[in-house]
């Protein structure tokens, strides 16, 4: 630790001496020697995204997380580019049943030092879906951009939204998340993008505010009543979705996590969006760009709920049988 600090000392020294300097070729080549000095500073500490990472406060980025968590270099991680041409439709992946989302309840936001979080204290559950079970809400928690630019984990085709939602299950089976997080598909996690609205998402009130109370690093504060429901877009948007086998986005990096990423967005005002750029990290920088890069698939399928596409067929079916009869609509 101590030589961890006299590195960070000799960086900040080897910084100033070189401003000092005026004249112009060194001026040129400054950032180019800092940053391979700084190289030296950075790797000590916890894990952490690339926006909290500096020579003042070193820490291992997303690129090292594997160093101190195995899992996070292997074969089924998340998150991942869904390219949608490439997506396999699989038909069993038919609509979720969720109980007790509507439900409300009260609970506590977190700043975790890496995003904020609400624990779910009722029995809210996903089934169906081609599930292997039911599973059980834990808690949820968001990243996002800076100031409203890109910040989504999962992207789409390439394109990053502004933030992500994750709502965080296990399986009904086990009675801690840690267990869970042992069985292959012991966690499935519900995954939600947000977009830019004109208007304020009247439901998110609580959320916001939740927010803007728990901005410093290290805070807790209770959240009026709220439901998951009044969180995501209404039941009958939530037939489209894309399905993989995954892992958590942050260390340890288990791949236990069946995933669904649902194509309907969540509708928020760029001053909400903004709220949550305002949250701070542990080290009191502000909490930007705190989501992982996409990972490679390397070989995975991922697929694509057929309910939307059958909705269609079957439009275009009557539409069909119609004509082949010889029916028509009364004038």
Not at 97 to 124: A, R
Request: proline share 6%; with cysteine; hydrophobic share 35%.
């Amino acid at each position: 630790m101590r030589s961890h600090r006299r590195e960070s000392s000799h960086c900040v020294a080897f910084s100033r001496l070189i401003q000092r300097r005026s004249n112009m070729q060194q001026l040129l080549i400054l950032p180019v020697l800092l940053a391979s000095f700084c190289r030296v500073c950075a790797g000590s500490g916890g894990w952490c995204y690339h926006s909290q990472s500096t020579c003042d406060h070193p820490c291992n980025v997303p690129e090292k997380w594997a160093g101190g968590n195995r899992d996070c270099g292997g074969k089924s991680q998340s998150p991942v580019n869904i390219v949608t041409r490439k997506t396999v439709r699989n038909e069993r992946l038919t609509p979720f049943q969720f109980k007790n989302y509507q439900h409300t309840f009260k609970s506590v936001m977190t700043n975790t030092g890496h995003s904020v979080q609400v624990n779910i204290p009722i029995t809210s559950t996903i089934s169906g879906g081609d599930l292997s079970s039911t599973y059980k809400a834990v808690q949820l928690h968001l990243h996002w951009g800076k100031d409203g630019a890109p910040g989504s984990e999962h992207t789409i085709d390439g394109e990053q939204y502004p933030m992500e939602l994750h709502i965080v299950h296990m399986n009904t089976k086990y009675s801690d998340l840690g267990t869970a997080l042992r069985d292959p598909k012991g966690v499935a996690v519900l995954g939600f993008f947000y977009e830019v609205s004109k208007s304020p998402n009247q439901k998110y009130e609580a959320i916001i505010k939740g927010v803007e109370s728990v901005a410093s690093k290290n805070v807790s504060n209770s959240l009026p009543a709220i439901s998951l429901a009044q969180l995501i877009p209404p039941e009958q948007k939530l037939t489209s979705y894309y399905r993989y086998q995954g892992s958590l986005t942050t260390p340890p990096c288990s791949e236990s996590v069946v995933w669904s990423v649902f194509k309907t967005p969540i509708p928020l005002s760029m001053d909400q969006i903004k709220a949550f750029s305002k949250v701070q990290f542990h080290d009191g920088k502000s909490m930007v760009n705190n989501f992982r890069p996409v990972q490679p698939l390397k070989g995975r399928l991922v697929f694509y709920s057929g309910s939307a596409a059958l909705l269609v067929s079957s439009a275009l079916l009557v539409a069909a049988l119609t004509t082949a009869l010889g029916l028509s609509q009364p004038n």
